[in-house]
């Protein structure tokens, strides 16, 4: 089997393959309308933590969902400077158990694209877990590794690259987080991927 330092070049470089292979994915997705682009705003990273609000879009940019949720506990003032989500905002929204089959729902038969999918279905689960509601069931893939590739920044710390934050162009520069905002941006950057080939 091929060591790292091999597949680099051996000088920790990263290799023009990757680049290609990121762009590959990207306009495999911009040919099918079997995905979707889903993301969080949470009150939280950490392993107690829960999701505020979740929205969904479809290949085409339609909003198949945006929502707050209703956490089980208050929402920590820093998290609030990042998405702006206040306890007085979600204090009529549903609770999770409430938008949970709507969820579901919209993710059947669908790749689930999402801008770092390790962290929004560890979150998606944590909240089923804490509201006792089945598990969602999806197939998920990652863009920020797909982007991360095709940037080619390499980490040597890390032995792989880099990841990138997600770029918010035009309006949404300096905005505050939004999940159906990052839906949309995350969607772009597929496309424009899957057009710099």
């Known amino acids: 089997m091929m060591q790292i330092a091999e597949l680099r070049g051996g000088f920790g470089h ?5 680049r290609l292979e990121a762009v590959r994915w990207a306009q495999q997705l911009a040919g099918r309308r079997d995905w979707v682009v889903l993301d969080t705003e949470t009150t939280g990273t950490r392993h107690l933590d829960e999701v505020v609000q979740v929205a969904v879009v479809d290949s085409g940019g339609s909003v198949l969902l945006n929502t707050l949720v209703r956490p089980a506990q208050p929402i920590p003032a820093e998290v609030v400077r990042i998405h702006g989500i206040d306890d007085a905002r979600v204090a009529a929204a549903p609770r999770f158990a409430d938008v949970r089959s709507q ?11 999402a801008y770092n999918a390790e962290f929004d279905s560890r979150l998606l689960t944590q909240t089923a877990f804490l509201h006792r509601v089945p598990l969602l069931s999806a197939r998920w893939e990652c863009a920020m590794k797909r982007y991360s590739a095709f940037v080619g920044r390499w980490s040597q710390r890390y032995g792989n690259y880099a990841y990138v934050a997600l770029p918010r162009k035009g309006a949404l520069a300096g905005q505050l987080h939004d999940a159906q905002a990052d839906c949309q941006a995350t969607r772009e950057l597929i496309l424009e991927m899957a057009w710099s080939g």
Do not use: H, S, W
């Open 103 to 113: 969820l579901q729902a919209v993710l059947d038969g669908k790749t689930v694209i």
């Open 14 to 18: 990263p290799r023009v393959e990757d």
